[in-house]
């Protein structure tokens, strides 16, 4: 069988850190759509079709070595997911697999699905969890368990169920003149799945927990925690790595390539730190931090469950929770608040409207190149675009955009005493 991953679009609702598509953030030293590969290989598909919006995708996953068949498709215009997926359609050749870029957890259910479909040869197989935001999602309509369609967000109260399709799907090649009969629009997808469903039917999986899902910036620290839980590895320590007197490394923690840890630092796991990094004395990394290649923490540093992409540098201070693009530069002091006073969940503002995160621990997402002065404290669920430079001493409570210098004044008062 085959695969397509739909690596097109804009990527739109993951600003800050759509300078490059969402599926080239990096985990664990690899982009995301090289897990999602990883994935499909261990099921047994290694011919792969790849829908990209530009040939970045190509031109990243051409630095790695690849043991799949992987034909390249660039959708020159994001018209919609069913478009995405027509673009492939010259090259398959029965039925097929579709799935996002950012499934890094394929190798846990697709075995289920592609017996299922053996059984089942015909239907589309469609895969589902539960949500406690179905307007967010588009949601099955069912009676019992026969799926008579799908319902894209639908409106507060008018939810046909609780369960969001996953965008994970097994369809048979039939599926393109269905395609064609539907007006081509944004939820084209939807469109022809639902005409495909009332001529044959579908299968129905509903999955067990949360899947992978990237819909917004957020959403990276379930995919780092998925990818870290799963590749379960023991402690690696590079042998050109220098580890420093009285360091502290405890369990399930990667160490790179010439990476320096200065004297008594603390490494709790599980905790990535790529080649070329440097962990400054007195400072510590734990619980579910990703650092990739040239990373300069420095000392009398913390970074708590944060992901931070290549080239960035901090000084000291606390890094919580947080997502830093590539090439971010902080001063010394800063401060991400990363809790609400009142503990209630993070709300983020996404193309001018709030959206609840869903976490009560969420720091900053700062995009790529951002700059940030001495003691700058960004307050929880802000995001900041790339380019832009925060003057020191600055409180952030609001999103502030690409390419941007952001200060606080300061009045000086002079008198005599």
Known sequence: MQAVILAAGR???????????????????????WHTIEGLRKTGISEIIIIQGTKAVEEELKKYKIKAKIKYVVQKEPKGTGDAISQAREFIKGPFVVVGPHKVDLENYLPQLLEKFKKNKGKIILTGVKTDRPWDFGIFKLKGDKVLGIVEKPKKGKEPSDIKTTETYIFPQKFFDYYEKTTKKEEDLIDTINLFVKDNGAEFVLLKGETA??????????????????????????????????????????????????????????????????????????????????????????????????GSHFHSGYI???????????????????????????????????????????????????????????????????????????????NIGDNMVFYARQEIVKKRA
């Open 320 to 398: 919580g929770d947080s997502i830093f693009g590539e090439n971010c530069r902080t001063g010394a002091g800063i401060i991400t608040g990363n809790r609400r006073i009142d503990r209630h969940n993070i709300k983020a503002k996404v193309k001018g409207k709030k959206i609840d995160t869903g976490l009560t621990f969420f720091g900053v997402v700062a995009g790529d190149n951002t700059r940030f002065g001495v003691r700058v404290s960004p307050m929880p669920g802000t995001l900041i675009g790339s380019n832009s430079i925060i003057g020191p001493g600055t409180l952030v409570f609001e």
């Open 213 to 310: 899902s990237l819909k917004y910036p957020w959403d990276l620290f379930g995919i780092a925690k998925i990818l870290f839980d799963s590749k379960g590895f023991k402690n690696k320590i590079a042998s050109s790595a220098i580890i420093g007197k009285n360091v502290i490394i405890e369990k399930n923690v990667y160490i790179g390539e010439n990476t320096k840890i200065l004297e008594n630092t603390i490494i709790r796991g599980p905790s990535y730190i790529g080649n070329n990094c440097v962990i400054g004395n007195n400072s510590v990394v734990r619980g579910y931090t990703n650092l990739e290649d040239g990373i300069l923490l420095g000392a009398l540093a913390e970074i708590k469950n944060s992901i931070v992409q290549e």
């Open 11 to 33: 990527s739109s609702r993951f600003w800050p850190l759509n300078q490059c598509h969402k599926s080239l953030i990096k985990v664990m030293g690899r982009p995301l759509i």
